[in-house]
């Protein structure tokens, strides 16, 4: 069983920084795929970012070049640092742990694990 608490939401100006967390406890291999994942209301979960082997990482496209995801698997944390918030980055952010060793991370839908989320809210 494994269980995840976000924190570092908050709310920011328009360019912006935050840095999220997610502290996990129980088994996580380094294998293992953790993302972040958000949701604004009325509209569809969204890939944030995923990590896994340590240096895989993929980005979704509309946050490529601005966050930076990372992981500490000593301390079983994962991080989202988020520069340059737009307003368009506004929701809540979700960690998820997928507990399988995999090629390539799989779809939101797959994941088993979640955090209860973090609120981003970035004014104009």
């Known amino acids: 069983q494994v269980h995840l608490v976000e924190s570092g939401g908050g709310s920011v100006q328009a360019g912006g920084s935050l840095r999220l967390s997610c502290a996990a406890s129980?088994?996580?291999?380094?294998?293992?795929?953790m993302a972040w994942f958000r949701q604004a209301p009325g509209k569809e979960r969204e890939g944030v970012a995923d990590i896994h082997r340590g240096t895989f990482i993929t980005y979704g496209d509309s946050v490529k070049d601005r966050f930076t995801i990372s992981r500490d698997d000593a301390k079983k944390t994962l991080y989202l640092q988020m520069n340059s918030l737009k307003p368009e980055d506004t929701a809540m952010y979700y960690c998820?742990?997928?507990?399988?060793?995999?090629?390539?991370?799989?779809?939101?839908?797959?994941?088993?694990?979640w955090g209860q989320g973090t609120q981003v809210t970035v004014s104009s």
């Open positions: 129980g088994y996580i291999h380094a294998d293992y795929c």
């Open positions: 998820a742990v997928f507990p399988y060793s995999v090629f390539r991370c799989p779809s939101s839908k797959d994941y088993k694990y």
